[in-house]
């Protein structure tokens, strides 16, 4: 098993900038693919970035420009850097994790962290 835990969210003023961390604990030497999910009130859970093991990256479209994905192989640790942040980036941020480089069914997720931006 594999838990995820999620740090770093907050209250921030548009414009403004924060860095999540998603630290892995467990059974982390199958772990694959990392990445980052949010879901804002009344929305579907959208994907914004994810990262292979390899340091391969991918981003969603509005993440791209403004968004950052990096990983700590030797920390289990995943960042997500959030600058120029703006009202409707507002959404909970989970992370997840699978352990394979394809990924369509997530196998593990985290609780969550709040990303709260007022205008």
């Known amino acids: 098993q594999v838990q995820l835990k999620e740090s770093g969210g907050g209250l921030v003023q548009a414009g403004g900038s924060l860095r999540l961390s998603c630290e892995a604990s467990?059974?982390?030497?199958?772990?694959?693919?990392t990445a980052w999910h949010r879901q804002a009130p009344g929305k579907h859970r959208e994907l914004v970035a994810q990262?292979?093991?390899?340091?391969?990256?991918s981003l969603a479209d509005f993440a791209k420009g403004r968004f950052t994905i990096s990983r700590d192989n030797a920390k289990h640790t995943v960042y997500l850097q959030l600058n120029d942040l703006k009202p409707e980036d507002s959404a909970v941020y989970y992370c997840?994790?699978?352990?394979?480089?394809?990924?369509?069914?997530?196998?593990?997720w985290g609780q969550g962290t709040q990303v709260t931006v007022s205008s």
């Open positions: 990262i292979n093991y390899n340091s391969r990256i």
């Open positions: 997840a994790a699978d352990r394979s480089y394809t990924v369509f069914h997530w196998d593990y």
């Open positions: 467990g059974s982390v030497s199958g772990i694959r693919t």
